[in-house]
């Protein structure tokens, strides 16, 4: 197989499990609004989480299965779960509440690369058994193909969730209910994956 069909099957295989992040990530960018170093962020924790998502699938294609045994991956709804109760939290306390200065009425939170990275690779957890099968099969040379592919649609990925989330009418929504619309996001996504994965008996 040459390295254009595996260029277009990586191409395919990104979108098919990632366009789902384009809301998480426009929540991002929305939280983040205003805010000096908010893209950077965004991009440095998105490469972060599906950077870790990439070596896990490689090294277990390669035959470390014991370094992610499958059973773990639905507990990795933790993560967003967590940190939507810990955002609904902070918005019911009013923690997160900007307008007591005046930077915050045009600004809006900063967002840590961090928590982004941590809801990307929970996010794609499930991704890791996509990509095993793939990257069995297509040894040493696909598995570099499809990772350069893969790392370099990342940066795709983040301008597209920047493009829908500064949209004015979107940007509006996002503006007025993002403090209700980021934890309730994180909440269900966290959920659905303990769920689907069936952690604790679910």
Not at 53 to 67: C, D, H, K, Q, T
Not at 75 to 85: S, T
Request: cysteine-free; charged content about 15%.
């Amino acid at each position: 197989m040459d390295v254009a069909t595996w260029t277009l099957q990586a191409l395919g295989l990104f979108v098919v499990t990632n366009i789902d992040d384009i809301i998480v990530l426009s929540l991002f960018y929305a939280r983040g609004a205003g805010r000096r170093g908010t893209t950077a962020a965004i991009l440095a924790g998105q490469y972060l989480g599906f950077g870790a998502i990439l070596a896990a699938a490689v090294l277990v294609a390669l035959g470390a299965r014991s370094f992610l045994p499958e059973a773990a991956i639905p507990y990795f709804g933790l993560i967003p779960l967590a940190l939507g109760l810990l955002a609904a939290w902070r918005a019911w306390r009013g923690d997160d509440d900007d307008d007591d200065d005046d930077e915050g009425k045009v600004a809006g939170k900063s967002v840590s690369a961090l928590t982004v990275a941590a809801v990307t690779f929970a996010n794609g957890g499930d991704n890791i058994g996509v990509y095993v099968p793939v990257f069995a099969t297509v040894g040493t040379a696909g598995i570099v193909a499809y990772s350069a592919v893969f790392l370099a649609l990342v940066a795709v990925l983040v301008a597209a969730a920047r493009f829908v989330a500064t949209r004015k009418p979107i940007a509006e929504v996002l503006e007025r209910w993002e403090h209700v619309l980021f934890p309730l996001v994180l909440i269900g996504l966290g959920i659905v994956i303990l769920v689907e994965g069936g952690a604790f008996g679910l």
